[in-house]
């Protein structure tokens, strides 16, 4: 056998593990489907059995470890002397303290690696490096300009490169990089947090409330809070402070709470100035974004563009890029997030040990666990009651179109914070109350964010302005008039709906049950939600399913093949 090598990411957020063997990745899961804790920094030890068990190895079978993050680039950071000027001076040392601590944190932590693998030669990877192999390894593409941007990567928070597939696997090149503390994900988590929710969790969610307010009103400000450069953009420390890794410093300025709003806690009613401070971040990113994406183009020269980290989640900016950029089309991988780069650095040691292409990546996003075959008593739990319907399709389409709103827990589980049709909760986007009974009775959240639908590619221009493949939900798309017409439901409040477009191949039952709804109801588009409450991960086990049937507002769950009712 040649090596087994595993992808790690672990110690910080959103834990994952992947694993390839004999040149083809075996899976990508993230730990918290499977642990239970959102964002876990947990030790991916569930994700590594569940990989390890379906290639018929163990431990001691593993021969590479790649650790997601280079713990000796964080030393860059430890250097104080280019913050030495009156701007930043204060925080100066703090900040070169606390990177030289994390990298003796991340330095342990891969050492520790080596205990649990005694056989694997272990491996950091630049963390922008594991972000543009699986970018670009995701894609469909032969050759494209990769742009990663995140909040922090060691030292690096935006990078471009060219990417090739070869006959030994992908080769990056041309690379360029910003260093920290130019950061925008750095920007819009300290924004994020002032307005109430979590840091690194809901900035969704300030992208929603971005629709509902005036960028006029903060513009000035995000201009020179966030200028733009020839080829980048900086942040002005008067307004975000130099970034210490420590949470005993403010990421927002005096000054720039003074220009704004006090900090909002979470719980607290929101006002007009939240909606338009929400409103004049989100111009500005999405203004970085294209502006990044054009710098990309213009040093690569290439016509196809993927996109890598944290940032490559706010599907209103990757819309605009879309429309704007001026490349033939835009990708974003399923896990565009920390999670995906324990593929990436996996992707990066396998070519190193064995050059060849690695298989079982590009198109795929269904990457976990599955439960074929699972086997349900008549009450799976007590006051639930199960059975398997002669075709399940129809059956759920049936139910769908009555109104009902449904959990599918079906197949491989998905990778990346989307649920693409196998960890979804569906329900019809021709009920006008639909909107507010799923954000009121089963994800128990805010009023303001929308729902995305998922359409039948054959379908999609009906309905959707996008113009190019959408299969992992990574584009907020224009709609048409048909789509304001029929399914109102799924418009968000600035004309846009974040949409999959579903081909057959990438997921046949739910590209039935489409079908099936079409010959139903007319119309070939579902709300596609994830199979989870507010606060919870995705759901990744049938325990975890069953959980958020009794304790979430939806009417039933699709587990497999069985149709699982509270009674």
């Known amino acids: 056998m040649g090596p087994v090598v595993l992808g790690l990411c ?34 991916p030890r569930l994700s590594i059995d569940w990989l390890l068990r379906s290639a018929g190895l163990n431990d001691a079978d593993v021969t590479d470890v790649a650790y997601n993050f280079a713990p000796l680039r964080y030393l860059a950071g430890a250097l104080p002397l280019r913050h030495l000027r009156a701007a930043t001076a204060a ?19 891969l050492r520790k690696f080596g205990e649990h693998f005694p056989q694997a030669r272990l491996h950091g990877v630049e963390h922008h490096r594991a972000h543009s192999l699986y ?28 990417a090739r597939r070869t006959g030994q696997g992908i080769v990056l090149t041309d690379r360029w990089s910003l260093p920290d503390p130019a950061s925008l994900g750095y920007a819009y988590g300290a924004v994020t947090q002032h307005l109430g929710w979590r840091r690194g969790d809901e900035e969704g969610t300030v992208m929603a409330l971005a629709a509902l307010g005036d960028p006029d009103r903060f513009r000035d400000l995000f201009a020179q809070a966030i200028p733009m450069t020839g080829d980048a953009f900086a942040l002005d420390p008067a307004l975000f402070p130099l970034r210490v890794i420590s949470s005993r ?7 720039f709470v003074a220009a704004t709003c006090p900090p909002r806690q979470a719980g607290e009613p929101l006002t007009q100035v939240h909606c338009d401070l929400a409103a004049a971040l989100q111009e500005r990113t999405e203004q970085v974004m294209i502006h990044l994406a054009v710098q990309a183009r213009h040093r690569t020269g290439e016509k ?21 950029a001026g490349y033939r089309e835009v990708f974003v991988p399923p896990a565009p997030g920390d999670s995906g780069t324990a593929a990436g650095a996996a992707l990066h040691i396998a070519q190193s040990r064995t050059p060849a292409p690695v298989g079982g990546i590009a198109g795929w996003c269904y990457l976990g666990p599955s439960y074929k075959g699972l086997i349900l008593p008549p009450n799976p739990r007590p006051g639930m009651h199960a059975h398997r319907p002669a075709g399940a399709a129809q059956h759920l389409a049936v139910r769908l179109a009555e109104g009902q709103i449904v959990g599918l827990f079906r197949g491989p589980l998905e990778a990346g914070p989307r649920a693409l049709g ?45 113009g190019q493949a959408a299969p992992f939900m990574s584009f907020a798309s224009g709609v048409t008039d048909l789509a304001r017409k029929e399914i109102p439901t799924i418009v968000h409040s600035n004309g846009l709906a974040r ?21 139903i109801t007319g119309v070939p588009v579902l709300i596609n939600t994830s199979l989870n409450i507010k606060g919870k991960p995705i ?28 009674q």
């Open 135 to 162: 970018a670009f390894a995701a894609s469909p593409f032969d050759s494209a300009a990769v742009l990663v941007v995140d909040s922090l990567g060691e030292t690096t928070t935006t990078s471009i490169c060219t």
């Open 422 to 466: 196998n960890r979804s909760i569906l329900a019809s986007p021709l009920r006008p109350d639909v909107v507010h009974r799923l954000n009121a009775k089963v994800k128990f959240r805010e009023p303001f964010r929308p729902f995305a639908p998922v359409v039948r590619e054959s379908s999609a221009g009906d309905y959707f302005t996008l």
């Open 91 to 109: 925080r100066a040392w703090p900040r070169a303290r606390s990177f030289g601590v994390v990298h003796r944190r991340a330095s342990e932590r």
């Open 304 to 324: 196809t563009l993927c996109l890598g980290g944290g940032v490559a989640l706010n599907c209103v900016s990757t819309g605009k890029i879309t429309e704007r």
């Open 249 to 255: 410093y403010p990421r927002l300025s005096p000054a």
């Open 10 to 43: 672990s110690g910080t957020h959103d834990s994952s593990a992947a694993l390839i063997v004999e040149d083809r990745l075996v899976g990508l899961v993230e730990e918290e489907r499977l642990n239970g804790t959102k964002h876990t920094k947990d030790f």
């Open 539 to 566: 759901c990744g086990t049938p325990d975890h399913a069953l959980d958020c049937l009794a304790e979430s507002g939806i009417d039933a769950l699709l587990m497999e093949d069985w149709w699982v009712v509270e």
């Open 499 to 519: 949409v999959q477009i579903l081909s057959p191949e990438q997921n046949p039952f739910l590209d039935e049950v489409l079908r099936d709804f079409q010959e």
